[in-house]
């Protein structure tokens, strides 16, 4: 196991995690650390003014009584202390928006993993779990890493501060610090307990969260609106909302419970040491002469030493509380992705012949193999549907095909070479696929289909993408045409596209990537019978020079492909043409005089309930 791998199991320390903010957030933004250094040498001043002052004047009440140096020293008193408040207040104005900027800055980086980590971590649910607990170190001003940033600035000038204090207290007695000190380490303990306590529930919340969290979208995505209306789930679905929150309301209330009998014992401390103390000084004055003045000082100090070293302790608490969910945070950002290599291969020249050799396959956590030894190989610029009923298997050799997983044993191999041995990127860039989950984003049609932003897109490739998916006439007959917005999230204006149009929508994005591998997977389940042959038909015409492969278990792509594999259970158990296949009489010789039915002299016909 490496030094790494040893780190992300065990956490890391919390003096490795302020290096780890500290170095990230001077090359993030330098200014911060200025306005704190301003910020924490005034902080650090400010509680002596009200503590020496005061002094200064009951010294000059109870002697000497200078009219003169009366006056000087109140209003040095009234100027200082708001001179070093105004300031205070208006670098913390400056700084807290630097401090947002760095947290926004690691909300990016957690951003930029959930869009280009392997894809078997979104279908993972403790990759789903760790997400949700690494967030919580970005959630707020006074969580993990802003917190951690706020905490340890404001400790800068709680120590310097805290060297005053013990100056003063020393002077006092060595004793009456000493005891002051251990009260403060008392009550430093229990709080730390809870906190800790608090962290060791963070995969009990994350789940419930997510689960809640589930539910929650469910309520509010009108695309689910149908279902809870025609099915009634609305009961349903609120109740597992409510079942998940309140398990996190309990979980809640017994870490409230705790921090509550934690602050019992810190006022029964506070109780004991300031009225030891405070009886100790009154018997100082009664005995030893103790100055009024000097009285005001030492009791001014030591009700603000008891504070100051407990804020002190509840930074340093909060740190290492803090510190367990930046280690989830880091865990997170550092969660292994599949290795690319080091020195990858160029990509080879079209056309692309694709083979899959001896390939089997597991999903993670799983101890069943969706394929065990699969052998198939596919020509370059042949037309290959893959048929099946479902879960047979078909989708997941896209998955496998297009690297979103990666063989346990065998190989896949593009034009001879194993594709683990070019870029993930410039691999994916071959591929046009359209899935049967079509996903679109709430832009305008043409972002849709161009996948870029506006000043990008060449909107006559648009026209005549969409011709070919047969939506031109559809998106002219809108105001806006092909800047009309999909969906009204982000414009009152937006248009919600029935399932079987965003199919075409998709079609048309990628006509408009042009790969050289084509991949419809189930791409036309939203279609009726006659709109499905006619999407195949065009795509027939457009992928003439290209690799293509349909997926699905409705056969009205096989009229169009050079070969047929028939899939069940993960197997291969029927190829060959048409034509041959339907010669053997065999299993896809079934499913397709099943359907042969709503096909008649070349022309589809609707297929009730498809």
């Known amino acids: 196991?490496?030094?790494?791998?040893?780190?992300?199991?065990?956490?890391?320390?919390?003096?490795?995690?302020?290096?780890?903010?500290?170095?990230?957030?001077?090359?993030?933004?330098?200014?911060?650390?200025?306005?704190?250094?301003?910020?924490?040498?005034?902080?650090?001043?400010?509680?002596?003014?009200?503590?020496?002052?005061?002094?200064?004047?009951?010294?000059?009440?109870?002697?000497?009584?200078?009219?003169?140096?009366?006056?000087?020293?109140?209003?040095?008193?009234?100027?200082?202390?708001?001179?070093?408040?105004?300031?205070?207040?208006?670098?913390?104005?400056?700084?807290?928006?630097?401090?947002?900027?760095?947290?926004?800055?690691?909300?990016?980086?957690?951003?930029?993993?959930?869009?280009?980590?392997?894809?078997?971590?979104?279908?993972?649910?403790?990759?789903?779990?760790?997400?949700?607990?690494?967030?919580?170190?970005?959630?707020?001003?006074?969580?993990?890493?802003?917190?951690?940033?706020?905490?340890?600035?404001?400790?800068?000038?709680?120590?310097?501060?805290?060297?005053?204090?013990?100056?003063?207290?020393?002077?006092?007695?060595?004793?009456?610090?000493?005891?002051?000190?251990?009260?403060?380490?008392?009550?430093?303990?229990?709080?730390?307990?809870?906190?800790?306590?608090?962290?060791?529930?963070?995969?009990?919340?994350?789940?419930?969260?997510?689960?809640?969290?589930?539910?929650?979208?469910?309520?509010?995505?009108?695309?689910?609106?149908?279902?809870?209306?025609?099915?009634?789930?609305?009961?349903?679905?609120?109740?597992?909302?409510?079942?998940?929150?309140?398990?996190?309301?309990?979980?809640?209330?017994?870490?409230?419970?705790?921090?509550?009998?934690?602050?019992?014992?810190?006022?029964?401390?506070?109780?004991?040491?300031?009225?030891?103390?405070?009886?100790?000084?009154?018997?100082?004055?009664?005995?030893?002469?103790?100055?009024?003045?000097?009285?005001?000082?030492?009791?001014?100090?030591?009700?603000?030493?008891?504070?100051?070293?407990?804020?002190?302790?509840?930074?340093?608490?909060?740190?290492?509380?803090?510190?367990?969910?930046?280690?989830?945070?880091?865990?997170?950002l550092e969660v292994e992705e599949e290795k690319e290599p080091k020195n990858p291969m160029p990509i080879p020249n079209p056309p692309y012949e694709i083979e899959f050799k001896n390939v089997s396959f597991k999903y993670p956590g799983s101890e069943d193999y969706i394929y065990k030894n699969l052998s198939l190989k596919i020509p370059a610029r042949q037309k290959l549907a893959i048929v099946g009923h479902n879960g047979a298997g078909k989708t997941t050799f896209v998955k496998l095909l297009c690297r979103l997983y990666e063989p346990d044993e065998g190989e896949i191999l593009l034009n001879g070479i194993n594709i683990q041995k070019f870029s993930k990127k410039e691999y994916s860039e071959l591929f046009s696929a359209v899935f049967q989950e079509v996903k679109v984003l709430a832009f305008s049609v043409a972002e849709n289909i161009a996948v870029c932003s506006p000043e990008k897109i060449d909107y006559e490739r648009v026209a005549q993408c969409l011709e070919k998916a047969d939506m031109s006439e559809r998106i002219a007959s809108l105001k806006n045409g092909v800047h009309t917005s999909m969906q009204k999230f982000l414009d009152d204006e937006g248009i919600e596209f029935s399932g079987g149009e965003n199919q075409k929508i998709s079609l048309a994005r990628a006509l408009y990537k042009d790969g050289d591998i084509i991949i419809l997977d189930e791409p036309t389940a939203a279609l009726d019978a006659l709109a499905e042959y006619k999407t195949y038909t065009r795509f027939n015409d457009v992928t003439q020079d290209k690799t293509a492969i349909y997926i699905s278990h409705r056969l009205a792509s096989t009229r169009f492909c050079d070969k047929i594999a028939m899939f069940e259970n993960g197997r291969l158990v029927e190829y060959g043409t048409h034509k041959e296949l339907l010669g053997k009489g065999g299993k896809y010789a079934d499913m397709f005089n099943i359907q042969a039915q709503y096909y008649k002299d070349g022309e589809a016909i609707r297929v009730e309930g498809a």
């Not at 790494?4 to 290096?19: F, V």
């Not at 205070?88 to 400056?94: F, G, L, S």
């Not at 309140?246 to 401390?269: C, M, N, P, S, W």
């Not at 005995?287 to 000082?297: A, E, H, K, R, Y």
């Open 1 to 332: 196991m490496d030094n790494n791998t040893k780190k992300r199991k065990n956490g890391y320390t919390a003096l490795q995690n302020i290096r780890y903010i500290i170095g990230d957030s001077w090359a993030f933004d330098k200014l911060v650390f200025i306005y704190f250094g301003i910020y924490t040498v005034l902080s650090s001043i400010s509680p002596f003014v009200g503590i020496l002052f005061p002094k200064f004047i009951l010294d000059q009440l109870t002697g000497q009584k200078d009219i003169r140096t009366l006056i000087m020293l109140i209003a040095g008193f009234f100027l200082s202390s708001a001179v070093i408040g105004y300031f205070m207040a208006y670098m913390q104005a400056i700084y807290y928006p630097h401090m947002i900027k760095i947290r926004f800055i690691y909300i990016n980086r957690i951003s930029e993993k959930c869009m280009t980590t392997d894809f078997k971590n979104t279908e993972d649910p403790k990759f789903l779990n760790d997400l949700e607990t690494g967030f919580r170190a970005l959630e707020s001003n006074d969580k993990g890493v802003e917190g951690i940033l706020h905490k340890l600035f404001s400790l800068g000038g709680g120590f310097i501060g805290f060297v005053g204090y013990i100056t003063i207290v020393a002077t006092l007695s060595p004793l009456v610090l000493l005891y002051l000190i251990s009260n403060v380490l008392i009550s430093y303990y229990f709080t730390l307990s809870v906190k800790r306590y608090e962290h060791s529930k963070k995969d009990e919340v994350s789940d419930n969260d997510r689960r809640s969290g589930y539910a929650y979208n469910l309520m509010y995505d009108f695309s689910y609106g149908k279902e809870l209306r025609i099915y009634s789930l609305s009961n349903w679905i609120g109740n597992i909302f409510k079942l998940y929150k309140d398990k996190r309301l309990e979980t809640h209330k017994d870490i409230r419970y705790r921090y509550f009998k934690a602050g019992l014992v810190d006022i029964l401390l506070l109780l004991i040491r300031e009225g030891i103390v405070y009886a100790y000084l009154i018997y100082l004055v009664l005995t030893d002469g103790l100055s009024i003045g000097n009285f005001t000082m030492y009791f001014a100090t030591i009700a603000g030493f008891a504070g100051w070293m407990q804020k002190i302790m509840d930074d340093i608490a909060h740190i290492r509380a803090q510190n367990l969910t930046v280690n989830d945070l880091r865990s997170f």
